[in-house]
């Protein structure tokens, strides 16, 4: 049962059934109703900068409007509408690539389109690079969790060490756009036959679209390698995303922003 619900939520949501999605052992949560989701979560200035985002680009993307927004007891609970579609790593996009690849090649290109003075939250290199720093000198990275082969034989001694590399090889370059953050199948919802929403966007803001590349490369292969959702989907090449966006292949990039995942 959800407890200590402000006001202003208890609105909306009063005598109405959801399902319950635990993200965490703060008791942070998604509470999941016919037409609506309320995420609770510790209240934090990403919050802030996520609903300012919001708020400049929904006219933009196809981000779900955000009904109510309250804070209490020095949580975050946030409702908004529910996304239409299914995801993009629905079985049914995951057998049909011929259907799934074009969306998602339009996704990157509408974040592409976008005007970067509209985003007003600033997610580059040096960002990123910063806040990595923090993690890793709190002891946040869990070596356990990441790709295998980043780190142990072959790979990183621990995640300082990939700090220091990723500080000293940062690429030459950066295509500035606007960004998702964690532009991955899940966060991506897909309705009749069309991109119909962008979620959890709370990483969202100015940064070198090869962030969004990489990590949507990333889902799309342990998508259909069985690495999530057990399942293998013969005959998806991955690499096609290339084809469909008009882009070659940076290898170098990839790597690196996925190197640079490892630590959030």
Not at 6 to 19: F, L, Q, S
Not at 234 to 245: A, I, M, S, V
Request: aromatic share 8%.
């Amino acid at each position: 049962m959800l407890k200590n619900v402000p006001e202003g939520i208890v609105h909306y949501i009063e005598g109405k059934p959801y399902t319950c999605d635990r993200i965490g052992a703060s008791g942070s949560g998604v509470y999941i109703f016919d037409d609506m989701v309320l995420k609770v979560e510790d209240m934090s200035e990403s919050i802030n900068a996520m609903i300012s985002v919001m708020s400049s680009l929904e006219g933009a993307l196809p981000l779900p409007h955000m009904i109510c927004h309250s804070v209490s007891g020095g949580r975050s609970y946030m409702l908004s509408e529910r996304a239409r579609g299914v995801m993009a790593c629905d079985e049914f996009y995951l057998e049909h690539s011929d259907m799934l690849m074009p969306v998602l090649a339009d996704t990157l290109k509408r974040l592409w389109s976008i005007d970067v003075r509209l985003c007003p939250r600033r997610r580059d290199l040096d960002t990123e690079l910063d806040e990595a720093r923090a993690r890793v000198e709190a002891g946040l990275v869990d070596p356990s969790a990441c790709e295998k082969g980043t780190f142990g034989e072959g790979g990183f001694k621990a995640p300082y060490e990939l700090l220091m590399w990723l500080e000293a090889n940062k690429p030459d370059d950066s295509e500035l756009c606007v960004s998702h953050g964690d532009l991955c199948l899940p966060n991506i919802f897909i309705d009749s036959g069309r991109l119909s929403a962008l979620i959890d966007i709370g990483d969202m803001g100015v940064a070198d679209k090869w962030r969004d590349i990489s990590l949507l490369y990333r889902s799309l292969k342990h998508n259909c390698d069985g690495t999530y959702g057990g399942k293998v989907y013969k005959g998806f090449d991955p690499d096609c995303l290339f084809e469909y966006l008009g882009v070659e292949k940076n290898e170098q990039k990839l790597r690196y922003y996925l190197l640079l995942d490892e630590l959030f």
